[in-house]
């Protein structure tokens, strides 16, 4: 990804001046200074041979592809003692492609009350006595891409095939082959996120702009959510994937992850990337779509979240101000204790895992700090009297 940045350079974001921002251009410099000199690094040694190497440090931008492998590690680690004993389901929220250009206009809002609407639906219809009529927790993860980098708003929820009782004595477990009515979700969600749209724009919280100008008159916005009821929305549940074992190596896919991972990307050659896509259409076939490298560093661009916006929420009785009573409780009902041997989330360790000496297979630790003025390459000073 740095690559095909440098590639661009400057002149990708002269040509851009129209739409792109100051933070388009931080993740942009983030992830070309990424690994390199530019932002210092560390000397490691290795405890078996004594072989040394400099390793560069990381941008730790959350939109960097780079840096989401050791985040996700230490977020899994902090999650691990909160999996039960039970099976877990996954569910997926989609909103209406009608609705993909307003939310690019108000991210933050748009974003934020996806969350609320999917995960108010999932509470409400669990609760309900005809379905599951308990009280469930999950966690949420937004997603704003498919695989072709076009902007796809949804949010991934991952949750415990059970739930507490209503009055908290005992554990009610779904059926193994069912957990919700998707239809029932779907039309549940839609009632509530376009009942928050019009609160939104009750309350002139809504930016409109460029073709949607027209929307700010009350009768065109109230057309226009009509049309968001003419079909129903989209919300797609899998079946189980066993227990918390499962769960752990399941979630790793879904959290921590960008637009596109340098995996994925196949060849930068005559101003094209090629990249590798999955057609769900045709049975999941691995296809390989190429892209200008303006139109794909746009697509990319599209998905960098609002400044301090949280992607990942917990919901139900792992909210977080309800873990700290329910959880335990929840662990009691279902005959066993959380992993006291795991850090509390309050007190996220790093990783665990350490470099390997590309020599002998040994440890790397870090002996020296080194700042970038060290680690950079400077040009000889100019002699007396010459212009600087």
């Known amino acids: ?6 590639y661009a350079g400057q002149g990708f974001i002269d040509r851009s001046r129209r739409w792109i921002n100051g933070q388009h251009e931080k993740v942009l410099t983030a992830i070309t200074r990424c690994r390199t000199a530019a932002l210092g690094g560390h000397r490691d040694r290795c405890s078996g041979c004594g072989h040394t190497a400099v390793s560069y440090n990381s941008c730790r931008n959350r939109h960097c592809p780079k840096c989401q492998g050791n985040a996700r590690i230490r977020w899994l680690e902090q999650r691990e003692r909160e999996l039960l004993p039970t099976r877990y389901v996954h569910a997926v929220f989609t909103l209406p492609r009608e609705l993909a250009p307003l939310a690019l206009q108000n991210k933050r809002l748009i974003y934020g009350l996806l ?15 005809r379905h599951l009529g308990a ?17 796809h708003p949804h949010v991934h929820c991952v949750i415990a095939a059970g739930g507490l009782a209503p009055d908290h004595s005992g554990w009610i477990s779904s059926r193994r082959s069912f957990f919700l009515p998707v239809k029932v979700l779907g039309r549940v969600f839609r009632g509530k996120f376009i009942a928050g749209l019009k609160t939104a724009f009750l309350d002139r919280k809504l930016e409109f702009h460029g073709p949607l100008a027209s929307l700010t008159e009350p009768r065109c916005f109230a057309a226009w959510l009509r049309v968001l009821f003419r079909h129903d929305w989209v919300v797609y549940s899998k079946q189980s994937f066993g227990g918390p074992e499962h769960a752990l190596r399941y979630l790793g896919a879904y959290t921590h992850r960008v637009g596109i991972a340098n995996s994925r990307l196949v060849a930068l050659a005559d101003g094209n990337v090629s990249f590798r896509w999955r057609d769900s259409a045709h049975g999941n076939k691995k296809r390989v779509m190429s892209l200008p490298v303006h139109e794909f560093l ?8 609002p400044p301090g ?13 309800q873990r700290a ?5 929840c662990f009691s009902l279902r005959g066993s204790r959380p992993d006291r041997s795991t850090p509390a989330p309050q007190q996220p360790t790093r990783s665990t895992v350490l470099p390997k000496c590309p020599l002998c297979g040994g440890t790397m630790y870090v002996t020296e700090r080194l700042s970038s003025a060290q680690l950079l390459v400077r040009p000889p000073p100019l002699p007396d009297g010459s212009a600087a």
């Open 325 to 329: 009573t329910l959880l335990p409780l």
């Open 135 to 151: 009280e469930i927790g999950f966690f949420s993860v937004l997603h704003t891409w498919d695989q072709r980098l076009q902007h």
């Open 1 to 6: 990804m740095a690559d095909i940045v440098r």
């Open 298 to 305: 746009r697509r990319f661009l599209l998905h960098l979240l």
């Open 115 to 129: 969350f609320r609407a999917s995960a108010a639906t999932l509470l409400e219809v669990a609760r309900d006595p």
């Open 309 to 321: 916006f949280v992607r990942i929420r917990n919901f139900g009785f792992l909210a977080n101000r």
